[in-house]
């Protein structure tokens, strides 16, 4: 890691809605007894007074008055290769919020490695976490940084609850389904609409990820045990008593990079996956089904992607807001992960059978986009500092 640097951690893109809130993160854990005086940091934006106005607001909510004054303030922008490069000379690791990263991403990543600072973002976006392997993995090798993406929710808790589920397994794991359950409060849940922005236009570019993937030339994980079998698109879970339908996000492609990884570099038995979310009873299944069709349909054309973008609050039921949640929404929110797993007791030939033996375990966490995303960042960013000996000298992007 970048060593004789003003700064071990940067926020970048602090001003923003997501931004604000690793601040907040960053500055409660550099509060703790492990980190207290010693860790260094800054927040990095277009925008001083902005910057200026997350750092009181976050000394406001923590009770901390010195920090606006411990914490340096980078001025830069992603549209100007130079301000990039600045900041990431400056730092040990750059936190970057600035999204949707498809658009602002990249110039990031090619500061970063050019003047060996790590990145880490939340990004859910696959198409650019891969095509980010494919430019940018052998000169990150060549200057020893990383470059870690979606380490937010809901990638953390998915690819950790595999992991969670095949080392509790007293066997070997073959294939896990995850169900996804958000729960709201009194005041509702809503989610800023850059998380809708993001998969519109995943949604559009499908074509595109898959001549990615065809680059990338990954071979297929070999299918262990039994084949796990697909649901429906809409189906009823008898085991969380939900109606319940394919999750959209990016944890599928997640885990699928990491259990490649973990086979191909450590002979691990890779494990199938598949990631659902709950809906509720059966009037959420209709709404839902309206609501899908309408934005499939709208997704594919230009003119419909701009009503999208225009219009989530109506698009969306109230679900995606220019806003973003209140604070009470937040605080009112929550999400659980519930992973059931299958496989064969220790000694089975699980090329002999049907699974022997079932696992099921649970990640609950705090409101996920605003709260439980800024906490998986800055402890990814921390692990980073703290960790490097532990970490692959040679990342393949899984």
Known sequence: MATGRPFELVVFGASGFTGQYVVQEVARVAAEDELRGSLRWAVAGRNREKLQAVLEKAATKLGKAELKSEVGIILCDVSDP???????????????CVGPYRFFGEPVVKACVENGASCVDISGEPQFLEGMYLNYNDKAAEKGVYIVG??????????????????????????????????????????????????????????????????????PLPVIGAKLKRRGAVFYSNELKQYSIPFMGSDASVVKRTQHYLHTHLQETPVQYAAYTTVGGIGSVIKLMFAGLLFLMLVKFSFGRKLLIKYPEFFSGGYFTKEGPTEKQMEGSSFEMTFFGEGYITGQDPEQGKPDVKICTQVRGPEAGYVATPIAMVQAAVALLKDKSSLPKKFDGS
């Open 150 to 219: 979606s380490c937010g929710f809901d990638s953390i808790p998915a690819d950790m609850g595999v992991l969670y589920t095949r080392n509790n397994l007293k066997g070997t794991l073959t294939a896990v389904e995850s169900f996804l359950t958000v729960k709201s409060g009194p005041e509702g849940a809503s989610i800023h609409d850059g998380t809708w922005k993001s998969a519109i236009y995943g949604l559009a570019d499908q074509d595109n990820l898959k001549k990615l993937r065809r680059q990338i030339g990954h071979k």
């Open 82 to 96: 130079s301000s990039l490069a600045n900041m990431a000379k400056q730092t040990a690791i750059v936190l970057n």
